[in-house]
């Protein structure tokens, strides 16, 4: 039972850190970038938690709810020039609806079913919004100049974002809400026989789920100005990389899709820019083996990810520590 | 006024016929006791009153209103407990949560929950094993946490699924124990599956025996014991 505070005295600390980060430090427009995509991944691997980690529900096709907030935000405006700031209101929305329709005939499937059913999903919409191109201007995409050149302002926003989302999955786990989605990811039959009506429960975590996701969507092409399919329907870069996040940092966690997100954005671009230029080009391809050899390491050996299996981290640490004092 | 009736339930997978033509009526406050030898159809029994698999023909009324239909979650929340012979706890979830989860069928509020799962823990004697991970229980925790979690959604008739199976004599002391006070302090009417003859005998108002799927006799746990038919099917046709 959880009798700790519902917001501790560290996750306001790390809040406000975050919110004063750019007046602390003077970061050049790159690591600024790379501030937003962390948050951005923070939000993606959090709405992915939520139905993965604490609902059992598997998703390989996280980019679905992802790229149809982008086009939520893209669409109106490619059609009407209509602002795509309107997006933050209709990318949530759109991917809740999508989110429902999709649920309908995912939630049929249980386990790696259920898990090439949402993959589907995902590939089946960006092959669709390349071909209608009246749409969605098909593979060219749809381009937008973006509104401020400055990337603080889109910062504070991907973090309210991130808050909201965060906000989201702690409210709900300590509801009647959370208790049935646990119930759910342990046991369906068992959760249908203290009268969890599982559908209803699978829809309402796949709702907030996809909501958030579809936010960070919209955020996305507001924040970047283009958008194609290729890029946000991506299998490899979203849908995956959101359960990376997920696993890296510890499934049905609430901390730890941030904490995996920061592992996995830094790693990357440590990687892609080949140790920042001290090692040879080639090492700058090697950031999906390198990623994926970590995710094994933690598959093997931190099954609860960094945030699950903190203690059991800690405790390996001082073990080692204590080894190396007594020599 | 019997809160339970089964009306000609009749089950088949394939070709077998799991259960045939059952029909018992359970009284309000009555402890009725369910046994026949392995694979005479006492849990696919359970299994049709809750609904996990669909009877094939007869009707099942649970105080006056037909449940042949509805779903296992609506089942539930009428007011039929269950729990499982297989245990299906909760996990990586602690013994509390497990309660908690249940607790929420008939509270809303985080609170009110609360107050249901200190109540059954110490009901069910649990309390020290609280915060503990349900997976990692001994048996006779895991079934008495079936107990606990089918408690928690108060149910008005209870069905338990071999809970003694497997407990040392101690243990066994324990369960009949709180079996008998789910009825005698909750009110709750229960029907039992058992395979251990000193629960079912000592517990059991009334029982109802079946084999291969079909009823043989029903009467006091005496008469039951002393049929020669139920006998045969226990012992075989040599036994004399």
Not at chain 1, 138 to 144: A, F, K
Not at chain 2, 144 to 164: F, N, S
Request: proline share 3%; net charge neutral.
């Amino acid at each position: 039972m959880h009798n700790d505070k519902f917001i501790s005295k560290s996750e306001i600390g790390i809040f406000i850190f975050a919110l004063a980060l750019p007046f602390i430090f003077d970061f050049s427009p790159y690591i600024q970038g790379l501030l937003i995509f962390v948050v951005l991944w923070v939000v993606l691997g959090t709405s992915w938690n939520l139905l993965a980690g604490y609902t059992g529900q598997v998703s390989f096709g996280h980019a679905a709810f992802f790229g149809i907030g982008a086009y939520a935000a893209g669409v109106p405006f490619f059609l009407f020039k209509v602002s795509p700031w309107w997006g933050l209101l209709f990318g949530g929305i759109t991917a809740v609806i999508l989110g429902y329709l999709l649920g309908i005939v995912v939630f049929r499937l249980r386990g790696p079913y259920f898990a090439l059913g949402t993959l589907a999903a995902a590939e089946i919409l960006r092959i669709a919004f390349g071909q209608e191109e009246w749409l969605t201007n098909g593979h060219n995409g749809i381009l937008y100049m973006t509104t401020w050149v400055s990337k603080y302002p889109y910062y504070f926003i991907i973090l309210a974002i991130a808050a909201g989302t965060i906000l989201t999955v702690k409210v709900v786990m300590r509801r009647r809400e959370g208790y049935y989605f646990l119930s759910i990811r342990e046991d369906e039959d068992a959760a249908s026989a203290i009268g969890i009506n599982a559908s209803k429960y699978k829809n309402i975590s796949m709702g907030l789920s996809s909501f958030w996701a579809g936010m960070a969507g919209a955020f996305y092409f507001i924040y970047m100005g283009f958008i194609d399919p290729e890029t946000v329907f991506a299998l490899h870069n979203i849908s995956i990389i959101s359960i990376l996040v997920g696993i890296i940092g510890g499934v049905g966690t609430i901390w730890g899709p941030a904490i995996g997100a920061i592992i996995m954005v830094l790693l990357q671009e440590t990687f892609r820019s080949a140790f920042f230029g001290f090692a040879p080009q080639w090492v700058s391809g090697m950031h999906a083996f390198v990623f994926g050899l970590l995710v094994i390491f933690v598959i093997l050996y931190l099954p609860g990810g960094v945030v699950g299996d903190w203690d059991l981290i800690r405790k390996k640490l001082h073990l080692k520590r204590k080894s190396e004092m007594k020599k | 006024m019997s809160i339970l009736s089964l009306k000609n339930v009749t089950k088949n997978f394939g070709g077998l016929t799991a259960v045939n033509n059952v029909s018992f009526d359970v009284e309000e406050g009555e402890i009725l006791g369910l046994i026949g030898p392995n694979g005479s159809g006492k849990t696919t029994i359970f299994n049709l009153i809750n609904h996990f698999f669909p009877v094939s023909s007869g009707d099942i009324i649970f105080k006056g209103n037909n449940i042949t239909h509805k779903k296992t979650h609506e089942i539930a929340m009428l007011g039929i407990g269950r729990t499982f012979q297989v245990v299906k706890p909760l996990k990586r979830l602690s013994v509390a949560d497990n309660i908690m989860a249940a607790a929420f069928s008939r509270e809303s509020t985080f609170e009110g929950a609360k107050r249901v799962t200190r109540e059954v823990l110490e009901f069910t004697h649990l309390d020290h094993v609280a915060h503990q991970k349900a997976g990692g229980l001994p048996i006779a925790g895991r079934k008495r946490l079936e107990i606990a979690k089918a408690l928690a959604t108060r149910p008005t008739l209870l069905l338990l699924d071999e809970t003694a199976a497997g407990l040392n004599p101690a243990e066994l002391d324990e369960a009949i124990d709180i079996i008998r006070a789910i009825r005698s302090d909750l009110g709750i009417t229960i029907i039992i599956v058992e395979h251990i003859m000193k629960v079912i005998m000592n517990i059991s108002d009334r029982i109802h025996a079946i084999a291969y799927g079909t009823t043989i006799t029903e009467g006091s746990p005496a008469e039951v014991a002393a049929n020669p038919t139920v006998i045969e099917a226990y012992l075989g046709s040599d036994y004399h």
